[in-house]
């Protein structure tokens, strides 16, 4: 039996609709694949195992990327993390490869797989075109993972990749095989929000690679569940990372969309984090809007249409939401996960949190 | 009778201790002062009133802080807003003004009061030695001031400066006298807590002029109460903004400092703010220790003791509770203020919110 | 009989031509005007002079700024200096007010008169409407001026205002009365570029208010005159400020205009500078392209007419070279100055400076 | 007969003394190695050839950087360019691994190189300590070298390593094989600086990987040798990037390394550089003052004995002679290559370019 949802176990978050799917994937054109490796128990011997790591991918549009690159901004909360191709994402506001995700030390095997992939659907590339530079986040799993192993290679990609879908798999999957959550198992969490801008709906999805904050600080729809969970201690000492991605539709711009990634923060917190030291808190935001083939060279002119500034809050209240409920959604879909040193990783106990969320008047 | 405030209610904030008042002014030597302008009733005569404003100030130390100023840092969440000094914070890392805060278009007036004030205390300032900067920030009170008609002028920020004490008075005082908090009448509040690291403690204490947010988003210790209570609508369409400023006796430098300015987004995430747009959401952080003369010319080396990065995360937990903490004092203290047009911003309802927060198992 | 501009007397900066009045008015519609506070001599009395002082402000276009606001950006090469409305410029990417410059203990001054200004033009804001944040930047001009007499005053900016033509006034004048460059009097320098892309011809213009750089350091042309020149010893100590104000009617967007801002360092490299400690540098650079009513609520999105990055490049050296001629037109054509105390900026000496370019086979 | 470098030709980069050897290398410590690949002749064949591309590291320091970092920042004129590691050495204001430099699309295999060097000197990162990002640039060498080939492996990063010393190979070389600078042979240059502060002396170097700027623009000591030259057209249409790494001993934190990074634009533009779109301008600054060992974790203070602010104009200066310098010896050093598709990138004509410096009066 599957475990539920955060919102089909009854939490809310905030008043605004959700997508169909709620998640990142209501966002047209968008889709999320994985490379899950999972293999050996018991003790590490590095470079065997055991393997609890992968990769995910986030793409913005099924095109070509590198030749219909679509508007895109990054923040950092907290720098102890990598976002390889982050300069570039900053100086043109614009997001030209898939989006990456694994563990810290395999984000240049990553790195090298994206190369390749765009390499191959663009011969050109490298000759007479512009040269790739790829654009890759992670998070640190070597709690569970043989990370010193450096399992995780270049064709992880292809296969994520080519994995990719509108139905995105939430938990310990992909690159949140080996992810640590508020100290229960985390991994990949996802929700989506439906936003009315003066009679337009307009779809915003956000999908996170949650691997931070320790139990005491988790809230739970404003309940500090992990206080009140009678579990055992945890035994990470380190508090880790979390990723967050943000796609829409609306026609915002890197400025914009910037706006978009720092809120990013505010749903963390309503979730408990504060960001802890160790924990790199890296945002990522694109819009499908305004995409333009950048090899049409007779013209030196493109027109936007772009969504005026007063007309925003709505999607950064969006955003707040759906970054807490794609956090709890890591949570309620990861199952427990033994690594290396048979270091456990123990799913959120969803009949106590429930129990705690109805005495709180939180679930009816 | 005066209102109580959150804490005094029964309202909890993580698990850290406060410092012994529970506010900004636990860090030692640092003082809050309000020159407070209330006048009038009724229609709005420009010039004339009715005046609901006033003038805040955030004195770090005693001493002479254009010669010794405190490390400093600021970062913007949303920069609708303003902050006179920013650029010079940035440049150097720090503090060498009391900070001020008012209504926006007072800015310039609270500006130049900081000058003349620095310049009586320096008599060479803008002759032998450098020219001032001064350091000010602003919340939008315009929905009950007669924001035109610019009341606030140089000589309130010398009251201001003269009534600055280590007993910080919250509410619809000074700078907040006008400021209206998720359609409730906000203002000052503030909050502190004694942080713990390797056996030393720190203090470190937020103060917030909150005037941002709407109803219907408002989360007290996460409970939504803004829509839980039974009130009249909110007559305010523009949502305002909120300065937040982090003092602490931690001895942090420029960098870390704007790493707590980061995470008072994270406290206003768990109260409930999107930070939307039309909002200026601006922090400013400071540092008591490692205080140096600046005019000692002698030598070009000055030591520094600095706190390790490993050992910041209860910091950055102490902000992020504190600033939840101080939004809600903000609240709790206000009382129902009238202004310009007879518009209201009503004081948040205690005892329906303290019955909500019974409800839902949050008070005991 | 006046001083020759630069390029008047043989001096040539790169190789694009500039537009008609080689100044920053080449931008239609931009216009500069100046308020010079020029009176008493010799020995300082704090209050009562002597007075080296003024107001520039750069006008974006003839309409109502606060209505139909310009695309903006700004950039802190060195953050010693003030920019008022900084944050918001950085947030909205938009320029709402004329700029204000002037002497560094003064910008509350000027900020309060664009206030006061763009009042008296829109009767609802600060009522109905948004309140207003003003754009002010400055340079330290204590060295000839009695700074902490205060004599710039609000009404100066009415004055500066009233003036404002497309005849741009260099040298000695406006804010620039009191300001020293490279040891000799500076101030106010202007220069232009007309820029060819694919065809259709763009503006870009440049001022500058030059305060900054000692002797050793100039450089005119790459010529290092400053060591050449056979002239008395400085006495300033302190080295000053440069404020670099960019305009163009090509169609970039704020994160374009950052990038235009930015190559300004590059143009002040060309010319000596290192942007020594102590010396604010700061850029703000607009266009005057893709402005819309921004009071027009009846629909959330507008059309943008966008230059594509890869044809931004001569932009970027008309920055630069632009830059470079507006700094040495400040230093041909401001008149030598005695202010406080006696104190002499002298204008650079422009034959032996000539002589010096000819004989490096600068100037034929 | 190896060519000279521009100081021994006679040019002449501002007035202060350089380090004995004038390269990064003066700073103690510091060690810079090259894996060079170059083979193959005549017509691409993707992963045949022609290879003419490498590696090149900087090594702060001979011991565990990983274990005591040195002091870092980077500064991003212009972002189109890769920097792995970026957030991180904002966030903690460190360097941690060697700084690895390369051609575009092998960032991944010299960070993966990084990685495992790292590792090898740390068994327990990745296990009880934290994972290792590296740190790594490039520019685009694609006009010369095979680049689809992605020819650098990781173990080209053990090998330059393994060649790292204080004799600082200039030119064609390394990561510097394939590039192009203003239209001729560039790679990589270096030079120093000795900067007296009060009386103590410090060393600052600098390196460039020099693959930018077109010949029209090119400077050499202020005076336009590119236009001059009487040589064939170039061929390149795309002009590239340009990565400087600035070094010092002084006792500057991450703030000022920042304000260091930030100069190198300005020797830049006196070198005719205007960061052309599409160039990546990218600058990182560290000192090797100030190092602890980050695993003592018995205290939570450190001591930092740090140069005050208003004593660092010099080692500004010394940035920026040093970098225009470092670029001018990387064109003079640099031999013809020919690389792929027989595509030539001509060296700089030494024995012209000196007459016409001759001429100018910039060479005795």
Redesign the interface.
């Known amino acids: 039996m599957s475990r539920p949802r955060a919102r089909e176990a009854g939490v809310r978050f ?2 605004l609709s959700t997508g169909k799917k709620n998640s990142i994937a209501d966002v047209a054109g968008v889709s999320v694949g994985h490379s899950t490796l999972r293999r050996g128990e018991g003790k ?1 011997v ?1 470079g065997e195992g055991p393997v609890r790591t992968g990769v995910t991918v986030v793409v913005p549009h099924e095109g070509d990327l590198f030749r219909r690159p679509v508007k895109g901004a990054y923040y ?18 614009l997001i030209d490869t898939p989006i990456g995700l694994t ?3 395999s ?3 990553v ?2 797989g994206l ?2 992939y765009t ?1 191959d659907r663009n011969p050109l ?3 007479e075109e ?5 654009i890759v986040s992670e998070c ?1 799993d ?1 709690y569970l993972n043989d ?2 192993g ?1 399992h995780v290679r270049p064709e992880h990609v292809f296969e994520a990749i080519g994995n990719a879908s509108s139905q995105v798999e939430e938990g310990s999957v992909g690159a949140g095989t080996g992810m640590v959550c508020h100290d229960f198992k985390g991994g990949i969490g996802t929700a989506s929000r439906a936003i009315d ?2 009679g ?1 709906e307009y779809l915003l999805g956000v999908l996170v690679l949650a691997n931070h904050g320790n139990r ?2 988790l ?1 739970v ?3 500090p569940v992990g ?1 009140l969970l009678d579990t055992l201690d945890p035994k990470r000492k ?2 880790g990372s979390i990723v967050t991605i943000v796609a829409t539709d609306a ?1 915002v ?3 914009q969309l910037k ?1 978009l990634a ?2 990013v ?6 979730t408990g ?6 924990s ?1 808190d ?1 945002m990522i935001a694109f819009s499908t809007a305004n995409v ?1 083939d ?1 090899r049409q ?1 007779d ?15 709505n999607l ?2 969006g ?2 939401d759906a970054t807490a409920e794609s956090v709890t959604n890591a949570l309620f879909k990861a199952e427990t996960e033994k690594g290396r040193d048979d270091q456990i990783a123990p799913a959120l106990p969803l009949e106590p949190t429930i129990e705690i969320l109805k ?4 679930i009816e």
Chains 1, 2, 3, 4 share one sequence.
């Not at 512009?130 to 790829?134: G, K, N, S």
């Not at 923060?265 to 309503?270: H, I, N, R, T």
């Not at 984090?273 to 160790?278: D, N, P, Q, T, W």
């Open positions: 905030g008043s590490l590095v950092s909360l907290n720098g102890c993390g990598a976002l390889i191709g982050a300069l570039q994402i900053q100086e043109f506001g563990n810290t030390m984000i240049c095997a790195g090298e190369v390749r390499m590339a490298g000759v512009d040269t790739i530079i790829p640190d070597s990370a010193r450096l801008i003066k337009s005491n600080d809230l729809d404003g309940v206080r380190e508090m026609p711009d890197a400025r706006g720092k809120r923060s505010m749903g963390l917190g309503m984090s504060c960001a802890h030291k160790g790199g890296i333009h950048r060279t013209k030196h002119i493109v027109t936007d249409k772009l969504l005026v500034d007063s007309e925003i809050s950064y209240r955003v707040v005495a709180h008047g939180r």
